[in-house]
């Protein structure tokens, strides 16, 4: 079964950026059609970016648009979320997972948007 390890996240200033990389172990990414997924405090987890498995569509939640791009490395078995313009509501832990069905989470990586 497929394990995914997130990191990447961090402390960044409001309009800063940051790539959040996820790694997956156990199978090829290339197989799924994969999301990255937030939490924030007191909040439910909710999708934010999702990618199919050929690569034709890539879907963002609204919030999003404009500003976080997924994408994924094949061959290094990794998928990515390039944040730009980051505001303080995006401050959450995010994860990768299966879409749109996920499987066992990972311990996520923590992104803080703070002036």
């Known amino acids: 079964q497929v394990q995914f390890v997130e990191s990447g996240g961090g402390l960044v200033q409001p309009g800063g950026s940051l790539r959040l990389s996820c790694a997956a172990s156990g199978s090829s990414v290339s197989r799924y059609a994969l999301g990255w997924y937030r939490q924030a405090p007191g909040k439910q987890r909710e999708w934010v970016a999702v990618i199919t498995i050929k690569d034709r569509t890539t879907e963002y939640r609204d919030s999003v ?16 979320l390039q944040m730009e313009n980051l505001q303080p509501a995006d401050t959450a832990t995010y994860y990768c ?19």
């Not at 997924?70 to 990794?78: H, P, Q, T, V, W």
């Not at 499987?103 to 002036?115: D, K, L, N, P, R």
Request: aromatic content about 14%; proline content about 6%; charged content about 20%.
């Open 65 to 80: 648009k404009g500003r976080f791009t997924i994408f994924r490395d094949n061959a290094k078995n990794i998928v990515y």
């Open 97 to 115: 997972n299966e879409w749109p069905t996920p499987i066992e989470w990972g311990q996520g990586t923590q992104v803080t948007v703070s002036s």
